[in-house]
């Protein structure tokens, strides 16, 4: 297999751009049959999973692949040949990629999309020596955030969260789960829930809502005696049957840790979440051992995310559950801490593991799954097979979308990236460098590298034309 980057490939050389029109997002509808030709390899992950053990390791890549792709769902899939003499493909609109490597778009299961600003300047400070802890003590942290969050109108919030989505689509990801939590009163948090709904008509990656509402316990709660037990009924009486009759959230998250809410006031807000019918899941063990793994694995919930400190007993709950551990390795690379989830005993006791970006200002600002398989691969000992089912279809699982999306079978939707490489090892080996060349949703290309690289024949472009004046 050549180690060389495909830079200017066929996919490239290719004739005239003859599909101009553009939604007012700047994506491009593609014509109803599209033939994906070209990929030097083609990872299917074939399989409704979830994928554990060994099975992490199986992305069922298949090489010189085809799909085909039809009102924005895959057709089929398989060898080029196979899928070329199909009729369908060969009245379909080609596009050959020149040698790329093509595999679902990503599923970031875990982000906190909605924020205000960054927090630079604690970066700055815990580079100098503080703690995270130290500072979210001193008022900053999390409550900066929500100090931010509040202060800023919708529309600042929708801008900023537009353009995050944009870039989340430029590094191949094509659906994102999204929290709440940085507005923590009524106001603040419906204000998020509803701007997650605005973004999902607004532009085509698919946003998953879930309320944090228990991210931290506010001020003036903070200072109030009895405080935290005044907000968990503002969260349990008002929040969760607003949110859940607005139909806001599909998800309740609860930040059960050290500093924020303990096993107990977890499992009650979760339940009051569920009452409501709100899925639970939770951030759990990254500043300390607090037992939220076995709370997730006791009360059912689809993931528990962080899981630095987890135990051996933890492991062994999460192995014999359903319940998906989600690893953020993003969180403690920018935290500068050494200790990472035990992310080989994880897998290696059979456990679904899947990897996020937990995008978000205070531990995490990236919003790169290519960074993160990176960190996956170096610092929690991941191979780049393990990485990608991780970021893919156990991914999909984690937010119980894998029956729509996740890996690229018949009948799932038309979710893909291709990347700007021959092996798909290199997606994780190139650290730090965007080698996405073209992430597709629904069968619509909401990124591609300039305004003329993705170009189909002047001969398909006629056939589209006149299959569009035959549909009309
Ligand atoms: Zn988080």
């Not at 085809?66 to 009102?71: I, N, T, V």
């Amino acid at each position: 297999m050549s180690g060389g980057l495909p830079v200017g490939g066929a996919g490239r050389a290719q004739a005239s751009l003859c599909h101009d029109s553009r939604f007012s997002d700047g994506t491009r509808p593609l014509p109803t049959s599209l033939l994906i030709t070209g990929a030097s390899q083609l990872l299917t992950l074939l399989g409704r999973g979830p994928r554990r053990g060994n099975s992490l390791s199986n992305l069922g890549v298949i090489e010189d692949g085809a799909l085909l792709a039809e009102d924005g769902r895959i057709a089929a899939v398989g060898k080029r040949p196979k899928i070329e003499s199909l009729p369908a493909a060969r009245s379909a609109v080609k596009l050959h990629l020149g040698g790329r490597v093509v595999l679902p778009g990503f599923v970031d299961s875990h982000t906190h999309l909605v924020h205000a600003a960054s927090r630079a300047e604690e970066y700055e400070l815990r580079i100098q020596g503080a703690s995270y802890e130290e500072i979210a003590r001193k008022g900053g942290g999390i409550l900066n955030s929500v100090k931010k969050l509040r202060a800023a109108t919708a529309e600042a919030l929708k801008q900023r969260a537009l353009v995050a989505l944009k870039r989340f689509a430029a590094y191949g990801t094509t659906t994102i789960e999204a929290k709440s939590g940085y507005g923590l009163d009524v106001t603040a948090e419906l204000k998020i829930l509803r701007l997650h709904k605005e973004l999902v008509a607004e532009q085509p990656l698919d946003i998953v809502s879930t309320f944090l509402g228990a991210h931290v316990v506010p001020e003036p709660y903070r200072s109030t005696p009895n405080g935290t037990e005044k907000y968990i009924a503002v969260l349990i009486e008002r929040m969760i049957p607003e949110v859940s009759r607005e139909s806001l959230a599909e998800f309740c998250d609860v930040f059960c840790d050290r500093g924020a809410f303990s096993r107990e006031q977890s499992k009650r807000i979760l339940e009051a979440g569920r009452q409501n019918g709100l899925v639970p899941r939770l951030h759990a063990e990254q500043m300390a051992r607090t037992g939220a793994t076995q709370l997730a694995v006791q009360i059912g919930a689809v993931s528990c995310d962080h899981l630095e400190q987890v135990n051996t007993r933890d492991i062994r709950a999460l192995a014999k559950s359903r319940t998906v551990a989600t690893l953020l390795p993003g969180c403690d690379f920018h935290l500068g801490l050494k200790k990472y989830a035990p992310a080989r005993r994880i897998i290696d006791a059979g456990a679904v593991v899947a990897l996020a970006t937990d995008y978000n200002p205070g531990t995490s600002p990236t919003l790169s799954m290519p960074v993160i398989l990176s960190l996956a691969c170096t610092q929690l000992r991941m191979t780049p097979a393990e990485a990608i089912s991780a970021a893919t279809l156990n991914g999909a699982y984690a937010l119980r979308r894998e029956k729509q999306i996740g890996s690229l079978e018949v009948g799932k939707l038309a979710d893909l990236s291709v990347f700007e490489v021959a092996d798909y090892r290199e997606i994780p080996y190139y650290f730090g460098v965007n080698t996405c060349w073209m992430t597709m949703k629904r069968g619509i290309i909401v990124h591609g590298p300039d305004e003329t690289a993705i170009q189909f024949s002047e001969e398909t472009c006629r056939k589209a034309a006149s299959h569009e004046k035959s549909e009309a």
